[in-house]
């Protein structure tokens, strides 16, 4: 099992040290919060948030710390960038159907 590798888990725990520090920097208290109690419910879509603060933070482009206004609407152009659109294909076959040619 490759998780039980300990140099693996130390890297992954760096990781997830670095990502909380930088988030830390970049939310106030209100807006981590929020963050958080995303990631209880919708661990993907907190990670792709916490993706998009982090690059914007590396890229200088968040002036100051978010609030939790902030927060929502980065949500909220998330949601919209990874909304799945559902259909639903009826595919419908030609059955031959012997009813119509009943021979009494």
């Known amino acids: 099992d490759p998780s039980s590798d ?3 888990q130390e890297a992954k725990q ?3 040290e670095i990502r909380n520090t930088i ?3 970049v939310l106030d208290q209100a807006a981590r919060a929020r963050l958080s109690n995303l990631a209880l419910v919708k661990p993907d879509k907190a990670k792709a948030v916490e993706n998009y603060l982090i690059q914007m933070a590396r890229y200088g482009q968040l002036a100051g710390k978010v609030s939790e206004q902030g927060l929502i609407e980065i949500l909220e ?3 919209q960038q990874t909304e799945k659109k559902t259909t639903v294909k009826f595919n419908r ?3 031959l159907d012997s009813d119509e040619e009943d021979d009494y």
Do not use: D, F, G, I
């Open 77 to 79: 152009k998330v949601s």
């Open 93 to 95: 076959r030609k059955v």
């Open 23 to 25: 988030l830390a920097q």
């Open 14 to 16: 760096r990781e997830a």
């Open 6 to 8: 300990p140099s693996q």
